[in-house]
């Protein structure tokens, strides 16, 4: 079996998306060398750097969304909207049973999203 331990996240200006993503996780980054920035989310490592194939805002920003696991969704939702992060959704439920969902954009346009612990 696999395991997801990484991602990396290409952007034209890795220290403004660090700087995101420091209030978003309410921590300093774990790594910070040569212009790359790296974060410890749970068991995920996700690092941001520059990339020369990457410019601007992401184009198909649904491609890939990653999700930060909360109990508190709409806590979380409340406090990261009022970080100013473009709100994709707001906090809803998307079939039966207690599991929220809500989305957002990162200043480089790429989607992340606030989820209920997954159960099943």
């Not at 991602?7 to 978003?24: H, R, T, W």
């Not at 974060?39 to 194939?53: L, N, V």
């Not at 707001?90 to 957002?104: L, N, S």
Request: charged share 25%; aromatic share 12%; glycine share 10%.
């Amino acid at each position: 079996m696999l395991n997801l331990n990484s991602m990396i996240i290409g952007s034209q200006n890795p220290k403004a998306l660090a700087d995101f993503y420091e209030k978003v996780l309410e921590k300093k980054p774990d790594m910070s060398e040569e212009g790359w920035f790296g974060f410890m989310a749970g068991s995920c490592f996700i690092g941001i750097g520059a990339h020369d194939k990457v410019k601007g805002k992401s184009a198909q920003p649904e491609r890939l969304i990653f999700n930060f696991e909360t109990k508190e969704v709409e806590k979380e939702f409340a406090r990261i909207e009022a970080l100013g992060a473009e709100v994709i959704a707001k906090p809803y439920k998307p079939g039966e049973g207690d599991m929220m969902i809500a989305t957002f954009a990162d200043p480089d346009g790429n989607y992340f999203q606030l989820m209920s612990p997954w159960e099943g």
